[in-house]
């Protein structure tokens, strides 16, 4: 079953941890973006782990190897679960993140996660179009084309929307961990996402993580909204499902 991270997208640990501790129980695996981790640095990861709560560090790392394989180490012994990298980094760039985390593992069951970011949700087919200059079939294609290029790297998954999840797990098996950002509730504001759905939809087009943030964060009870998302997820998801094995 799926699993629900919800986004800490803040400027301060204050507020961070205040949502945190209004969801209590009900909240197990939280997004550290680069807002947050940029105010706060490592320590907002360290507090979340001391509190029992898994941690994906999005921070879409695109550099030299040499500079990404570090970091990965760092995020490899702060504890994270899952980090992102952008797939446009390069074969080389995501060969050395992947060999960084099997090198700072402890063991299979606690290793890093890495996830290659494809195209970000915020992303229409022209602008995307306009920033590789050249003319695109599809966003699903374009989608498909960098996670396959993640998984022949040996990443454990992407990050994609939810409308091309499904042609994913098609493309490269089951196993293959699909992470899926813009989950709005029925009836919801998109904001700034260009590619959104609702849980039920990302869970039907098999995601594996459903990244929440306004839906939950932006709501008059957070943790009732939560526990709902939750609900509609079936009862694996709010128990939280064994993370370490993917």
Partial sequence: MAEVIVALDFSSGEEAF???????????????????YTAEGPSVVRKL??????????????????????????????????LTLHTVGGRSMLEAAVEAAREAAHGEEERLRLLGVTVLTSLSASEVEGTWG?????????????????????LDGAVASVLEARE??????????????????????????????TPGAAVRAGAD???????????PDPREALEWIQDELGPPARNGREVAGG
């Fill in 168 to 197: 994913l797990k098609r493309k490269l098996g089951g196993d293959f961990l699909v992470v899926t950002p813009g989950i709005r509730l029925p009836g919801g504001e998109s904001h700034d996402q260009a590619r959104v759905a």
């Fill in 18 to 36: 205040s949502l945190v501790e209004r969801l209590g129980e009900a909240g197990t695996f939280y997004k550290v973006g680069l807002e947050l």
């Fill in 209 to 219: 993580y459903l990244v929440v943030g306004r839906a939950v964060t932006r709501a």
């Fill in 49 to 82: 782990r001391e509190a029992g709560k898994h941690v994906f560090l999005d921070l879409k790392l695109h550099d030299i190897p040499h500079t990404v394989s570090g970091a990965v180490r760092s995020a490899a012994r702060a504890g994270v679960r899952l």
């Fill in 134 to 154: 050249r003319s695109i079939l599809s966003l699903r294609d374009e989608v498909v084309r960098l996670g396959t290029l993640a998984a022949s790297s040996g």
